[in-house]
């Protein structure tokens, strides 16, 4: 009950693990993301401020002659024009001033009496040279057009009790800059200024330069602008003329008010180099905390996976225990009885002493084995084994081994077959260790054979190693089994097994004694048919090397063993 607790108990810690991993980690995703969105929104938004700031400093370029003409006392004009022909001083410093702006390149006055649209009207202009306003019959149609406009306006604009500036000016487009003269006493208009504006000096000298200043090149600044006659489907300016303006590539659109309200400012976000240089950071910290995360989860999942073996093996071992107790005892218990029956006096015919005596060598022996293997496992699992290796003929001691226990084999109803086909061929190897392992390999072959009663030991060689082969044609074992079989404690789970005595000890000490002798091992099985498991040790001599390099450990680990498993 308790074990079943805490199994359950290490699931959910290991799922809350697991699940705390991946919530830590898709909100990092996420904020990560949403960092790189911010930055490439944050560097998106500084881009349209940017294009604010042009807007502005047009703006600025474009009224800076005309600051302070709204409070100008403007009542004198009138017959300051009608005597003079020329404007009061004040008026004169701003035309002044218009005309060293590049970016006006005409101005015209037209008093409110006359109208500019009927052709060969007087009106005047003004003298770059002089400074003077001189009276003409030759203006251009913009002037009847600007008039219009600001005429239309400022009247508007008188009707508004409110209203308080000596003027008012209005943008005919990209074309012209009104000024609209007024009487404030009287509450009356007394003429109109146009100034004619330059567009190409606009868009060449001030635009242009503004593009180039903000947002050049756009290979850099990751974005293209465009300055765009949307009204001609023109592109008056660019950063980047190899891109075309393109409405589909547009991503924001900005709109002049009144004054070249036909143009727009329009930009077209490219992968700029910052939006790049943060997707790489993305990509570097995506790849770190996968790595991380990939790290994490395998650990978690190994240490879970230790701590699961390592339980079971505990299991296991307390189980052993429990067994190998209970086995010590049988053998013991039966030694115990005969033993007092002879001595007690109570047995006394010949044949049941013979019997008694045999049932005391037999229960030795069991408990000989049974302790030389409790040893054997407690020396190779303290890595006390010690090898004394020694140059051996492998046929020797096979035929030693089998003549030493012909007796037992038949007293167990096995028949026995020998094939040796290298006679001659010396190892290196612990003859102790060699004895262990034929031992357990005998003895499974005894315990795992139902029917047939066959053991078939053969002996091969070709030029570097030397192969050994017990082959039984017993119960066989499953295919999904075979790996297992070597480890410590490892039953195949199988009807047979709860009749056959054992504790999945022989085959672990019999790998480690083949590794330590410098071989190895491998089993072939066919469930229901049998069973063969060959060790496989270096030949002394070998064929393919130098004498030099035959040393024990150098094992024939080339052996093509693809239908096998190899311990
Ligand atoms: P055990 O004391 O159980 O025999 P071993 O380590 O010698 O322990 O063997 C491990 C398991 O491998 C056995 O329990 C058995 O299921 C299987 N096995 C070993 N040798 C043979 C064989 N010759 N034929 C069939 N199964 C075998």
């Known amino acids: 009950m308790k074990i079943l607790r805490n199994k359950a108990l290490r699931w959910v810690l290991l799922m809350i693990g697991l699940g705390a991993i991946i919530a830590l980690t898709g909100m990092n995703v996420f904020s990560l993301y949403n960092l790189r969105d911010q930055m490439i929104e944050g560097e998106g938004e500084r881009r349209i401020d940017q294009v604010d700031e042009i807007h502005h400093l047009i703006r600025n370029e474009l009224n800076s002659p005309f600051s302070g003409f709204h409070k100008i006392e403007l009542e004198p ?67 009847c057009d600007g008039v219009g406009i600001v005429r ?14 000596n003027n008012n000016i209005e943008f005919d487009s990209h074309r012209s800059l009104n000024v609209g003269l007024i009487n404030l006493t009287e ?31 756009s290979e850099e600044s990751g974005v293209v602008v465009w300055l765009y006659n949307w009204i001609s489907n023109e592109t008056l300016a660019t950063n980047d003329p190899s891109v075309e303006y393109d409405r589909s590539l547009v991503d924001y659109v900005h709109r002049f008010p009144s004054y070249f309200n036909n143009w727009t400012i329009s930009l077209a976000f490219l992968q700029s180099p910052i939006a790049n240089v943060y997707n790489a950071t993305l990509v570097k910290n995506l790849v770190v905390l996968g790595v991380a995360v990939l790290f994490l989860v395998g650990a ?32 013991l218990a039966v030694m115990q009885a005969a033993g007092e029956n002879i001595s007690d006096g ?9 019997q008694y005596g045999k049932h005391i060598y037999d229960e030795s022996i069991r408990l000989r084995r049974m302790i030389e293997k409790l040893l054997d496992v407690a020396r190779v699992d303290s890595g006390e084994v010690m090898i004394k290796a020694a140059p051996h003929r492998m046929h020797d001691l096979l035929k030693k081994f089998l003549t030493e226990n012909q007796e037992y084999l038949e007293s167990k109803g096995f028949t026995v077959k020998l094939d040796s086909r290298d006679k001659s061929s010396l190892v290196m190897i612990d003859e102790d260790s060699f ?14 054979s139902n029917g047939v009663k066959l053991i078939h030991y053969s002996l091969n060689s070709d030029k570097n190693d030397i192969y050994l082969s017990v082959q039984d044609q017993g119960i066989g074992i499953p295919k999904k089994d075979l790996r297992s079989i070597f480890n410590k404690f490892f039953r195949v789970e199988d009807s047979l097994k709860a009749k056959t005595k054992g504790h999945g000890l022989g085959l672990s000490i019999v790998k480690n004694l083949v590794d330590l002798n410098g071989g190895e091992i491998i089993v072939k099985s066919v469930l229901g048919k049998g069973t063969t498991f060959t060790v496989i040790f270096p030949k002394l001599i070998r064929e393919d ?21 190899a311990g």
């Open 77 to 143: 004009i009138e017959a300051s024009i009608r005597e003079t022909g020329q404007f009061p001083p004040k008026i004169k410093e701003v035309l002044l001033r218009v005309s060293q702006s590049k970016l006006y390149n005409e101005i015209y006055y037209t008093p409110e009496d006359v109208d500019p649209c009927d052709s060969e009207t007087m009106i005047y202009i003004y003298d770059y040279e002089t400074n003077l306003m001189k009276r003409t019959d030759s203006y251009p149609e913009t002037v």
């Open 152 to 165: 239309t306006k400022t009247k508007i604009q008188l009707n508004d009790l409110n209203y308080r500036w």
């Open 187 to 217: 509450s009356k208009i007394i003429g109109y200024l146009t100034f004619l504006i330059d567009d190409e000096v606009v868009v060449n000298e001030l635009i242009d330069p503004l593009i180039e200043d903000f947002f050049s090149p």
């Open 300 to 331: 978690l999942i190994f240490m879970f996976v230790t701590a699961q073996r390592e339980r079971n093996l505990a299991q296991l071992q307390a189980n052993f225990l429990a067994n190998v107790t209970h086995e010590l005892k049988t053998p």
């Open 346 to 354: 109570r047995v006394t015919e010949n044949d049941r002493l013979k």
């Open 435 to 448: 004895e262990t392992i034929l031992n357990n390999l005998t003895d499974n072959a005894i315990k795992y």
């Open 545 to 565: 090397y130098p004498q030099r390099h035959n040393k024990v450990g150098q094992t024939g680990k080339n052996i093509n063993k693809s239908t096998e498993y």
